[in-house]
């Protein structure tokens, strides 16, 4: 079961992913993991921080075709800095891995 999830296609901001090792994808994925990490290791409050760190890791599993629920919003994560963390790191993610 776990062979034929490997082996079906998948695409997402233009690149496949099969079972052989994407160059391309691969190194989009660890050039947004770095950029994400560096934000995300700026945030000083937190909560807001674990926060990022949820919402980036949301956005790796998408890159990688795995659709799952936006991270919980905690308590005491207030809205501006919420709005700010997603539209940071999706621009981020847009930048890595661009829609069609």
Not at 17 to 34: E, I
Not at 35 to 46: H, K, L
Not at 79 to 86: A, K, T
Request: aromatic share 12%; proline share 5%.
């Amino acid at each position: 079961m776990l062979s034929n999830v490997f082996a079906s296609r998948q695409t997402f901001g233009g690149f496949s992913l099969s079972s052989h090792f994407d160059t391309k994808f691969s190194d989009a994925l660890l050039g947004f993991n770095g950029e994400a990490d560096v934000y995300c290791q700026g945030i000083s409050d937190g909560v807001a921080h674990d926060y990022a760190m949820d919402y980036t890791r949301m956005l790796q599993n998408r890159a990688k075709g795995i659709e799952g629920p936006l991270p919980r919003i905690p308590k005491g994560l207030f809205e501006p800095n919420r709005n700010l963390i997603r539209s940071t790191l999706d621009r981020m993610c847009e930048k890595y891995f661009p829609s069609k």
